[in-house]
Nanobody
Framework: QVQFVESGGGSVQPGGSLRLTCAVSGSSLYISAMGWYRQSPGNQWELVAGMLLSGEITKYGDSVKGRFTISRGDAKNTVYLQMNNLQPEDSDVYYC??????????WGQGTQVTVSS
C-alpha cells in the first residue's frame, strides 16, 4: 500500500511564498520520479514540477519557471516544492505524484494553495 503525506498548503497574498512537502512510503516500493500537478479551470492536468530521484534532472511547467523549485529531501521518497512570487492564478489543489516504473503513477490526495489579497 502506498501512502502519501502532503503538507505545506495554505493561503498567502500575491507575491508570497509557500513550501509544499510530499513524502511517499510503501513496502517494497521503488520510486523513480516524483512531481506535482495541478488541474486548470478547463480540467487539463498541468505538470507543475517533476524530478528524477536518482539525479538532479528536473522539469517545470512554463507558467512556474523561475518561480518554483522542486528539490529532493534527505528522507527517502521525499520532495519539496518551493513556490515563490505566488500569484492568484496559482491557486489550485496541488497533487503529488510518484512514479514506480514506466507505467505506474501514484497520486496523493492533494493540498490546497490559495493566493488572494
Amino acid at each position: 500500500q502506498v501512502q502519501f503525506v502532503e503538507s505545506g498548503g495554505g493561503s498567502v497574498q500575491p507575491g508570497g511564498s509557500l513550501r509544499l512537502t510530499c513524502a511517499v512510503s510503501g513496502s517494497s516500493l521503488y520510486i523513480s520520479a516524483m512531481g506535482w500537478y495541478r488541474q486548470s479551470p478547463g480540467n487539463q492536468w498541468e505538470l507543475v514540477a517533476g524530478m528524477l530521484l536518482s539525479g538532479e534532472i528536473t522539469k517545470y511547467g512554463d507558467s512556474v519557471k523561475g518561480r518554483f523549485t522542486i528539490s529532493r529531501g534527505d528522507a527517502k521518497n521525499t520532495v519539496y516544492l518551493q513556490m515563490n512570487n505566488l500569484q492568484p492564478e496559482d491557486s489550485d489543489v496541488y497533487y503529488c505524484t510518484a512514479e514506480a516504473g514506466a507505467t505506474t503513477t501514484y497520486w496523493g490526495q492533494g493540498t490546497q494553495v490559495t493566493v488572494s489579497s
